[in-house]
């Protein structure tokens, strides 16, 4: 079925898909998603300890027309759609959604390089103005590509670069995430980054400590963490006070979280809790199968 077939259906039938999906996630993964969701159809997420959003560019081609994805998100229990445009951020809040982390700058464009930084800083600028405005408390920003850099090099800048954007995102209480990526994973675009600087957590960790800032964090990819370095649960509880946005996907190939791959969300959503984890985790993967179904199942199974 076509990505505009699927648009064009926001239906009963979707709304079935929905409820099927999280009693198929609670029947395969143990999840604790209720008949009685199902039967009055109440969001797939009744618990709401985790707040959980979704990740724009993945999903946005199956429901193109904001205001129907964002009908998407309120029914699955979610309270945003991240990393999309400002411009459709009212439209957002008329539904009651948030954006939980905003776009800026590229993952090939980063601090690690420095005739990159003016690039990264001017649009992180702008986008911690309109974060400010409309109540968005994150940005994400990435290290860049290594493009030759030794990973010494690479560090030294991006501690050098972040430290030029934290005075902005203090002042204006944002909180700018860096991201580490997967460079293992070069099987198909967007599974992996392949030559980007920042592939491992204790690596990305580190910047942040030499930056020193209360509104400078890591964007924490559970499936980027699970490539390059495993150990999740532990990682979480080490490095908790530099969390600030959390994503999920199933591995390997970055698809559903369903049993077909590897990581045990739930126990890693109640070590969140447990660490005092308030933020958000943004369902980020790449559906292989009916979105619905995908999604309603990932949801039920973060709703812990």
């Known amino acids: 079925m076509s990505d505009a077939t699927h648009s064009s259906e926001f239906s009963r039938r979707q709304w079935m898909q929905i409820s099927a999906g999280s009693l198929a996630a609670a029947s395969v993964l143990g999840t ?38 964002c009908k998407v998100a309120a029914k699955l229990g979610c309270q945003s759609i991240e990393l999309i445009d400002p411009q459709h951020w009212p439209t957002l809040k008329k539904f009651g959604l948030t954006c939980a982390i905003a776009g800026s700058h590229g993952f090939r ?58 005075p902005d995102a203090e002042k204006n209480n944002v909180t700018v995430c860096l991201e580490m990526l997967n460079t293992r994973d070069s ?50 509880r080490e490095h908790k006070d530099w969390i600030g946005h959390i994503h999920t996907a199933g591995n390997p190939g970055r698809g559903e979280l369903d049993d077909t791959q590897e990581i045990n969300y739930p126990p890693i959503m109640r070590a969140l809790l447990e660490v005092g984890y308030t933020g958000y985790v943004g369902q980020e993967f790449i559906p292989t199968r009916d979105p619905w179904d995908g999604l309603a199942e990932a949801v039920a199974v973060c709703d812990v």
Request: glycine share 6%.
């Open 187 to 236: 099987s198909q675009p967007m599974t992996g980054h392949p030559g980007y600087q920042g592939d491992h957590c204790d690596y990305c960790i580190d910047i942040l400590k030499e930056v020193n800032s209360s509104h400078v964090k890591l964007l924490f990819d559970i499936y980027h963490v699970q490539i390059m370095d495993g150990d999740v649960i532990r990682r979480i």
């Open 32 to 69: 604790s998603a209720s008949v009685k969701s199902a039967e009055t159809k109440e969001p797939v997420a009744s618990n709401q300890r985790i707040k959980q959003s979704l990740v724009n560019w993945c999903y946005n081609k199956t429901w193109p027309d904001v205001e129907e994805y």
């Open 109 to 166: 464009t980063g601090f690690n390089n420095r005739n990159e930084w003016d690039e990264c800083l001017a649009v992180l600028r702008e986008r911690i103005q309109q974060c400010k405005e409309f109540g968005v408390e994150r940005v994400i920003t990435f290290t860049g590509m290594a493009n030759g850099l030794s990973k010494e090099e690479g560090f030294e800048n991006c501690v050098a670069g972040l430290k030029e954007i934290a």
